[in-house]
Structure formats: C-alpha cells, structure tokens
DNA sequence: CGGAACACTAACATATTTGTGCGTACTTCC
DNA sequence: GGAAGTACGCACAAATATGTTAGTGTTCCG
C-alpha cells in the first residue's frame, strides 16, 4: 500500500531527478537534512525566534554553525531575517509561507522518528542479541 | 494554520526531544537524513534493488558509502539484506514495514522540494539580482 | 584465455563540516 | 565599575564524511 502511494509519488514527479547527481535540489536537500537544518525548521516550526533564543532552544548548537544555517536557509528563501537597528542587536528570524511549507514535512519526518524510536531501539536490541 | 498545525504535533510529541543533544533520535536522523541515506531510502521506496542496481541507481555514489549507508539503515531497522548463497555473490536490499513508514516520510519531503523548486529558484534569483 | 560482473572490504588520501576562542560596540543590571 | 547579554565574523584546529585504489574468488561471455 505505502509502496504505492510511493510509486504513485514518483511517478507523478519523475522523481530520477534527485537520484541524478547534478540536480539543485541536491543541494536543497542537504540544507533541509544536514546536522542542524532540520533542527532549526523544527524550531522555528513555532514560530519566530531570536538568534540566542534559537541557538538555547537547539541543544549543542555552536554560534557559528547556527548563523552558517541561518544564512543557508534564507538564501533558500525558508527563513526570513529581520534585523531592527536598535543598540544593542535584536534581530528575528521566521519561516517564510515557502519555509513553513518545507518545516510541515521536516516536522513529520522528524515527528516520525520519535514516534518510532521505541520500536527503532527495540528492533536494535534484537540485532545486537543475536 | 500551518503553524498551528505544527505547534499542536510539537506539543502532542513532545518534541523538546530531538532539540535536546542527546536524544537517540539524532543519530536515526542523521542516518536518514545524510547525503546518501534519503536518496537510497527513494531508490528503495520504489521495490528491492541489488546493490550494484542501487550504485546505478543514486548518481554519484561510490561502492563505499553506498555499503555504509546500506549498513547504517539495516542497523536501524530500515532495510533488509538478503545474500542469497550463489557464487556470483546475489544479495537483495528491501525496505521493512517500518522502512516503509519512514521512506514515505522522506519521499514526501524529497517530492515536495522538487515540487517547489522552481519556486526556490525564483527567490534566489530574486535575492541575486537585489 | 582475457575481461567483466558480482558484492563487497581495507588502507589510504582528501574534502567538508563542525567546533573553539577571540573580538566587536554598545547597553543594562548589580 | 565590572559582568553579562546581543548577533554575529574571523582564523585556526579537530573531527567527520567522502572518495580512490586495489584486491577477493568465482562464473559467465566472447
């Protein structure tokens, strides 16, 4: 069933694409999927959030790697950045109707896995038992 | 709607965890979500490969991570291997019900970025020429 | 009989990612 | 007046990810 719904999936999208090494949305994907972006979209899934406030919410995230992030996520157009020129800094960052769109399915996904961690870490145990 | 959408999963998940640094849901993330993983996820979506098959199949995928991530998936439960005892080696990689599950997570998220890429493109063009 | 295919693995080299510490220009709090 | 917070950028180091090459033992193909 899921296998059709998938097929049915690749079908309508002629998803070979991001199978080819030379498609954008490789890169995309990777700004989606690496160590901390999808974290951040889960984050800003909630709406909008100040840098220190990101970089408390995301657990074990470094300054540097949370504005490289940041920075990657606005040039995709997911994350708007909003800077008020007051003294001492304050600047917001949210997700824009595109980001909230791309967050919806990072959030599943991510929702997914701790739904399934009991079965994923039970599945573990039976391997490593053998 | 979007947001309250994603704010009421949050909630109902708990979802404090994955931002948390030592939640074990990191590393299944990681696995799914690395450069290889979610393609091989996509390419398996679609019914059992062999692995010289899936090496065709992902563009740019050496031997080596091809095994590793193959390895990483198995060990999480995702993926199935089966070596058939013949003497061309024979050894077919499947998808588990609960790979099922997750690789329908991660071809909707693939599906919605080449969906929306000419989208994404349009704002970095947008963005460039500011 | 030479070569390719199969499904890998080990050793090694390189590329990319990530972390660390420091500095900024100012303000508010104690 | 000293400390801490703000939102970073930069240089350097370390860690991790990825690629490359070579090799395994057999069988089929030309």
Redesign the pocket.
């Known amino acids: 069933m899921m296998d059709r719904i998938a097929q049915g999936l690749l079908d309508s999208w002629k998803l070979g694409n991001v199978l080819a090494a030379d498609c954008p949305s490789r890169g995309v994907l ?1 700004h989606l999927t ?3 972006g999808a974290l951040v979209m889960v984050a800003l899934a909630t709406g909008p959030h ?4 990101l970089r408390r919410k995301v657990g ?6 949370l ?5 990657d996520l606005e040039a995709d157009g997911f994350v708007l ?1 909003t ?1 008020h020129q007051v ?7 949210e997700l824009t109707p595109l980001g909230r769109e791309a967050a919806g399915h990072v959030v599943a996904l991510v929702g997914w896995i701790e739904g399934a961690l009991p079965r994923i870490m039970a599945g573990k145990l039976a391997l490593a038992a053998e």
Chains 1, 2 share one sequence.
Request: glycine letters at 4%.
């Open positions: 990777s690496n160590r901390w100040r840098f220190a406030e074990g995230v470094s300054e540097r790697m504005s490289q992030t940041l920075k950045r800077a003294v001492p800094p304050h600047v917001d960052y």
